[in-house]
């Protein structure tokens, strides 16, 4: 069974503090991860990473896949509090569209 | 861009009362799932459609049942709600995957529903 897990569950910081979210998976036929930040609403895209050791970066936010090792990191730098937010990873894969998500980490941003 | 609209917003509902909640799309998207939300909590799967005429299960599918009559519509039903139905439940709709090509999945705003 396909398996998605993101640790830590949660996670309260400073701000400026520089954060690293993990999520490791266990899934037949991997084509892609992808984060999303969900703040009181629907999820929103951040990333999608398909092939390994490339880093993917937007601002303060970057992000980049071990195909080896199964997993993923989502870095924050510099923490603002609108990054406070539950980080969502899900994979997709070849043959089985079920899009799994992962736990999600909480991530609270203290000003 | 109207992207993906799910209807109601909110809801309330009596312990074994039914409803329908909607969600449509408007990309031409092949794939459309539908998850539930608990406080704190990621996303669960509980219906997910490849296409029109096909349903399959996901992680939570009991207490649910879903149609995909038309491409762009997939639906949610409860017919007799639970309590532990009590939820905020999203849509989601993505491309068909080609290959070297793919698109994430977009999202609906949610409806949040309360079984009382």
């Known amino acids: 069974e396909d398996k998605v897990v993101q640790s830590p569950l949660s996670l309260v910081v400073h701000e400026g503090d520089t954060v690293t979210l993990n999520c490791s998976y266990e899934?037949?036929?991997?084509?892609?991860l992808l984060w999303y930040k969900q703040e009181k609403k629907a999820p929103t895209f951040l990333f999608m990473l398909t092939s390994s050791g490339i880093e993917k970066k937007s601002g303060r936010l970057s992000s980049i896949l071990d195909k080896k090792e199964l997993f993923s990191i989502l870095n924050i730098t510099a923490t603002q509090t609108g990054d406070s937010a539950i980080y969502l990873c899900?994979?997709?894969?070849?043959?089985?569209?079920?899009?799994?998500f992962g736990t999600g980490t909480r991530l609270t941003i203290i000003p | 861009n109207a992207g993906v609209t799910q209807t109601p917003k909110f809801r309330v509902l009596k312990t074994g009362q039914s409803m329908t909640l909607l969600c449509a799309q408007d990309?031409?998207?092949?794939?459309m799932y539908w998850y539930r939300q608990d406080p704190g909590m990621g996303l669960r799967l509980i219906h997910y459609s490849v296409g029109e005429g096909t349903t399959a299960k996901g992680e939570v599918p009991d207490g649910y049942n879903v149609s995909r009559l038309k491409k762009q519509n997939f639906l949610l039903g409860l017919e007799s709600a639970a309590p532990s139905q009590t939820s905020v439940y999203f849509c989601?709709?993505?491309?068909?995957?080609?290959?070297?090509?793919?698109?994430?999945?977009?999202f609906g705003q949610g409806t949040r529903l309360t079984v009382v």
């Open positions: 899934v037949t036929n991997f084509r892609s």
């Open positions: 899900y994979i997709s894969n070849f043959g089985n569209e079920k899009l799994t």
């Open positions: 989601a709709s993505s491309s068909y995957p080609s290959t070297g090509y793919y698109t994430e999945a977009f």
């Open positions: 990309m031409n998207h092949e794939y």
